[in-house]
């Protein structure tokens, strides 16, 4: 953190941390997807550690799980390989090799913490072109979400800090490797921190002359501005904006690299041993016990510790909201929670859902205001797709308490009128409601009272 402030300090003045702009240059040319994954080995061989694979490829079951190589041992990605390499450097553990499109990840939500692919909304996700480095994470860190940055106005993503690694070489995907780090972009995607570290490969040819951003910009000239690019854009063919960037877009020198490390490292060190609580429900557990029966150990393609623990004691499970303690049976879960054949409260697939039969279907959306207790925008369930969407009648659905099931606001809040399934703002100042037209008002606000429609000063 002190590494943070101090070069944070340094670069205050000459590069506050403002959003991104947008670009001045032509899109990078990224190339297409012909190729869905890289090729899988059952067993990847980098320094201590092997990597197994289980499941079919392209699939919901698929892992890829971390042994030792020593005792065959699991071990997690995430907790027990170490962060630091020795001589400077770090080691990466690579999630998707360049020139693949599969998004995979470390799932930090179950036991042992393995690889899988990310699912939206119940589908493997794929990035729309092929990412152009290695890309990973590094152990033992940890972006906060509860810890905010404050020259850039962000917190951090609940993930460990990711690594794109700039090599010419293709790593092994659930490859362990040792790497040295050059700089971090801050990116900021939704509002969360996400911060970016560019490194090479110890063992690549050009590692001797790359120590710092200076380095790639005169070896590898464009390749940072490619990066910036690439996770700048990826998501905009979906039709969602551009993600932004602080500190003036800026990839940050290696000095400031150590420091962004070094905090979130801290971050890790507090969440695992407990001194920050773990709200975020992360597989932080320890292995399971010989205590706990066989037939009740899911694998870790079905679910993480805390679900194991629920298996056992369903009424002292932290997602069982309310439980049948004559039975041990849980009867309701919490939000966004739904039980299973098994009667175990699990993630509901649907990000706004509120109650399913997990995995689906979903049985109610999250309605206004009742999400994390703040206003958001309201969601309906689409007739076409069964699943909860945001809706679509207005970009910022400004007023739209409720929509219809095809996307139109069926209900206006005070202040606003229904126009063309959207909600417009009254026109008339100090308007309550205005239910037939922006500018007709039909009922002021407090203290004031309808005369010639408009709202005039109430006397008396």
Known sequence: MAAVMRASALLRAAAPCAVARKSQFAKVAFSARPVRRAQLSTT???????????????????????????????????HDIPLYAGDGLLNFVCEIPKESAAKMEVATDETSTPIKQDIKKGKLRF????????????????????????????AGDNDPVDVVEIGSTTCEMGGVYAVKPLGVYAMIDDGELDWKVIAIRADDPLADKLNDVEDVERELPGELKKVLEWFRDYKTPDGKPQNKFGYSDKCMNKEFTMGVIEETHGFYNKLRSGARSNTEELSLLPKLTPSVPNHLRCSAAQGNDEVVAAAVNPCGALRCAK??????????????????????????????????????????????????????????????????????????????LACRNNGACKTCADGYAPVDTRCRKCTVKNCLKCAASPGVCTACAARYRLVKGLCQPATG
């Open 127 to 154: 990035y729309p072109y092929n990412i152009n480095w290695n890309y990973g994470l590094l152990p033992q860190t940890w972006e906060d979400p509860a810890h905010k940055n404050e020259e850039c106005d962000a």
């Open 323 to 400: 439980c049948d303690t004559a039975t041990n049976t849980c009867t309701t879960c919490v939000p966004s929670f739904g039980k299973d054949g098994a009667g175990i409260c699990r993630k509901c697939a649907d990000n706004l859902c509120l109650e399913c039969a997990w995995p689906s279907p979903c049985t109610k959306c999250y309605s206004y205001g009742l999400l994390l207790g703040k206003p958001f925008y309201p969601v309906y369930k689409s007739k076409a797709t069964g699943l909860c969407t945001l809706c679509t009648s207005n970009p910022v659905h400004s007023g739209c």
């Open 44 to 78: 990847v061989v980098r320094a201590s550690y092997a990597a197994e694979t289980k499941g079919p490829a392209d699939s919901l079951e698929f892992r890829i799980f971390f042994k030792q190589q020593k005792d065959g041992a699991v071990v997690s990605p995430w």
